[in-house]
C-alpha cells in the first residue's frame, strides 16, 4: 500500500523513541525509509533540534538509521530551510508515499499543540500522513494504546473520506476486524448510519469485519474519547484541502483530532486532494 515512507525527525529527545515505535508501518506495505532532518537556517528556521555542523548531523542521521535498518531499506538525507516546504518537496520529489514526523510541540504548551512542522504538514500535505505520539515517558500510562489495539476508522461517508476508507481497508487485509465510528452532530441517527454504507459494502468484499458506531457529539472530542477507551493503536480518518488549492485550508476537525488523540494518527486526503 504504502510502500516507501519519509520520516522527518528533529533530533529532540524523543526523536530515538518514536522511531522504535514505528515497526508497525510494515503492515502498511512499508519497505523503504527515507529519513530526513532539516538544518537550522541562520534565521532560525528548522525546527527545535540541537544546532550542530553538518557532519555531526550526519551523523546523528546514520546512528538514528540504525534503529530502522533492521526493518526497512533505509536512506538519509539532510537538508536545509523551511521543515514544512523542505518535506514536502521531498517527497514529491522522490515520490515517496507517507510522510511520517512527531505530533507533540517541544514546548510547556505541548499538551495544547501538535507542533509547528506537523501542523503544517496536516495543513499542506498532498499524501498520507503519520502522526506519531511522542509523548514523554514520564507523562504516565493512562491512555497510552496498546500496539496490539484495535484499528479505528473515523468517516463520514463524504468523498473525501473515501480514500482512507480503501487504506484501512487494504492494511487491515482479510479475516481481520476493523472498528469504524461515525459522528453525527444532530439526532437524524438514520442519516449517519447511512454513512457507514460505502464502508460496509467494501468491507464485505474485501473479508473485513467490521464494528460499528454511531456517535453523537463533535467528532473531535468523540473519536479520541473513543479510541482512549477502546485502547486503539491507530487512528485512520480522511482529510479535506489543502492550503494553496483554490484558497482551502484543511477543515479544523481534523488537525483538532490530531491535536487530542494521543495515539498515532493517519490522515489521508481525499482523492481531489492527491498529486
Given at each position: 500500500m504504502y510502500e516507501s515512507a519519509l520520516i522527518a525527525v528533529d533530533f529532540s529527545r524523543s526523536s530515538l523513541p518514536m522511531l522504535?515505535?514505528?515497526?508497525?508501518?510494515?503492515?502498511?506495505?512499508?519497505?523503504?525509509?527515507?529519513?530526513?532532518?532539516?538544518?537550522?537556517?541562520?534565521?532560525?528556521?528548522?525546527?527545535?533540534?540541537?544546532?550542530?555542523?553538518?557532519?555531526?548531523?550526519?551523523?546523528?542521521l546514520a546512528e538514528h538509521a540504525e534503529v530502522l535498518a533492521g526493518q526497512f531499506e533505509v536512506e538519509t538525507r539532510l537538508m536545509s530551510g523551511d521543515p514544512v516546504e523542505q518535506i514536502l518537496t521531498l517527497a514529491k520529489d522522490e515520490d515517496l508515499d507517507l510522510i511520517v514526523t512527531g505530533s507533540r510541540a517541544h514546548s510547556p504548551a505541548k499538551r495544547l499543540l501538535i507542533g509547528s512542522t506537523a501542523s503544517g504538514l496536516v495543513r499542506k500535505a498532498d499524501r498520507p500522513l503519520l502522526l506519531e505520539d511522542v509523548r514523554d515517558a514520564d507523562e504516565g500510562e493512562d491512555n497510552v494504546p496498546r500496539r496490539d489495539g484495535p484499528t479505528l476508522l473515523a468517516t463520514d461517508g463524504s468523498s473525501a473520506a473515501e480514500a482512507a476508507e480503501k487504506d484501512a481497508l487494504q492494511m487491515l487485509g482479510k479475516d481481520k476486524h476493523l472498528r469504524v465510528i461515525t459522528v453525527s452532530s444532530s439526532n437524524d441517527i438514520a442519516r449517519a448510519w447511512r454513512r457507514l454504507e460505502r464502508i460496509t459494502e467494501s468491507a464485505e468484499k474485501a473479508g473485513v469485519r467490521l464494528v460499528r458506531s454511531v456517535d453523537l457529539g463533535r467528532a473531535e472530542h468523540v473519536i479520541p474519547q473513543i479510541a482512549a477507551a477502546e485502547r486503539a493503536s491507530l487512528i485512520i480518518t480522511g482529510r479535506r484541502g489543502r492550503e494553496g488549492v483554490r484558497g482551502v485550508r484543511v477543515g479544523s476537525t481534523a488537525e483538532n483530532i490530531c491535536r487530542n488523540a494521543n495515539r498515532p494518527v493517519l490522515l489521508v486526503p481525499g482523492k481531489e486532494q492527491k498529486g
Open positions: 522504535k515505535r514505528l515497526g508497525y508501518m510494515e503492515r502498511m506495505g512499508v519497505k523503504k525509509v527515507v529519513l530526513a532532518h532539516t538544518k537550522p537556517t541562520a534565521s532560525g528556521s528548522g525546527g527545535d533540534g540541537p544546532k550542530l555542523s553538518s557532519k555531526e548531523l550526519k551523523e546523528k
